[in-house]
């Protein structure tokens, strides 16, 4: 009782040789992105830039991918670079999700104060991601923090690049 069996443990992966798996995964990541340009048209009157939604969240994936993928290496984890890739969309899902709910209490319920948006959407990155990779990995969760620091930083050092360089920007984001 209480050990896990190797059935288990394989049964316990992300299953990222799964068609089904990436077409859920890039149709939720679609409607998700869909509502958050309906939100933001709605919350701002200005019609969303529709290139800042094609390319910012994928280089944002990309990129926390890419970082947690170098973290895997140094923290020296047998997980793959598709696994990886798995968490980070789906953790972008759930992130996208929570910004919607955030614009919506902000400008239909109470404008709170800024720095409140800090420990809600930093809290909900690093328990998404540390729940993904203990869930999905079987990954110790000090490991996993570890891996959600290298992903943010990535993230916000590459999509900031990116989004200097390109100029894409949308109301409301």
């Known amino acids: 009782m209480g050990e896990i069996t190797v059935n288990q443990k394989i049964a316990k992966r992300i299953p990222t040789h799964s068609l089904y798996l990436w077409l859920s995964l890039a149709g939720l990541l679609f409607l998700v992105m869909l509502l958050t340009m309906y939100k933001d048209w ?32 140094i923290f020296k984890q047998t997980i793959t670079f598709l696994e990886i890739l798995a968490v980070s969309v789906g953790v972008a899902i759930v992130m996208q999700l929570g910004e919607i709910l955030g614009k919506l209490i ?22 998404s ?34 989004t200097s360089l390109t100029g894409l920007d949308t109301p409301g984001s």
């Open 42 to 73: 709605r919350l701002t009157g200005e019609q969303p830039n529709a290139l800042f939604y094609l390319f910012v969240p994928l280089v944002d994936i990309s990129a926390t991918a890419c970082g947690m993928y170098v973290a895997a290496n």
């Open 106 to 127: 902000y400008y239909l319920l109470w404008q709170y104060p800024g720095i409140l948006w800090f420990p809600f959407f930093f809290g909900l990155y690093f328990a």
């Open 129 to 162: 991601v540390i729940y993904a990779f203990v869930r999905w990995t079987g990954m110790r969760w000090w490991v996993a923090f570890g891996m959600a620091v290298f992903g943010i930083i990535a993230s916000m050092l590459i999509v900031g690049i990116f």
